[in-house]
T-cell receptor
């Protein structure tokens, strides 16, 4: 089966600009997650979708971040406007309903300059 | 709240050396425990997992035992290879996984 796909793999934007990250989960995986790793620190949870519904968005840092999962398939994570501290690697992961242990994508490395 | 602490890196070993990466956790209840690995230029991969106390997860020569009494889940491998060079993350939980900071391993030929 195809893995979790993230696009783009790298993005460099200026402070104040908008960036949209995309994640295509494994087909049939109801659970989709976003995580990020900032400056070599812990990988932090951002949010969790079950199908198209936000199950838990307690990790979203502020209202500059907006995640969507229309139709319960792919998901987007928009940062608007981007700030310097948003730089890091954003990971997407998916799992079947009730499964433990995710399948991760390769991540999007975001650099805000 | 729940947390994971793992040894700081980087860890540098010669090929065929024994590897231990320490991981301890704080959690309410009985979470599942995981080790993930990130090879250079790739995404995170699940390396092994244990779902209850005294379970041993194993994969690719790596092992870790879920020790409830010491709240630990140390990663071990008897003989590392250059290809094991990567960043290793200890993690706990399920739907909302909590990760440690990662330990970078360098294996020299």
């Amino acid at each position: 089966e195809a893995g979790v796909t993230q696009f783009p793999s790298h993005s460099v934007i200026e402070k104040g600009q908008t960036v949209t990250l995309r994640c295509d989960p494994i087909s049939g995986h109801d659970n989709l997650y976003w995580y990020r790793r900032v400056m070599g620190k812990e990988i932090k949870f951002l949010l969790h979708f079950v199908k198209e519904s936000k199950q838990d968005e307690s990790g979203m840092p502020n209202n500059r971040f907006l995640a969507e999962r229309t139709g319960g398939t792919y998901s987007t994570l928009k940062v608007q406007p981007a700030e310097l501290e948003d730089s890091g690697v954003y990971f997407c992961a998916s799992s079947r309903q009730g499964a433990y242990g995710y399948t991760f994508g390769s991540g999007t490395r975001l650099t805000v300059v | 709240g729940d947390s994971v602490t793992q040894m700081e890196g980087p860890v540098t070993l010669s090929e065929e050396a024994f590897l231990t990466i320490n991981c301890t956790y704080t959690a309410t209840g009985y979470p599942s425990l995981f080790w993930y690995v990130q090879y250079p230029g790739e995404g995170l991969q699940l390396l092994l997992k244990a779902t209850k106390a005294d379970d041993k997860g194993s994969n690719k020569g790596f092992e870790a035992t879920y020790r409830k009494e010491t709240t630990s889940f140390h990663l071990e491998k008897g003989s590392v290879q250059v290809s094991d060079s990567a960043v290793y993350f200890c993690a706990l939980g399920g739907f909302k996984t909590i990760f440690g900071a990662g330990t970078r391993l360098f294996v020299k030929a």
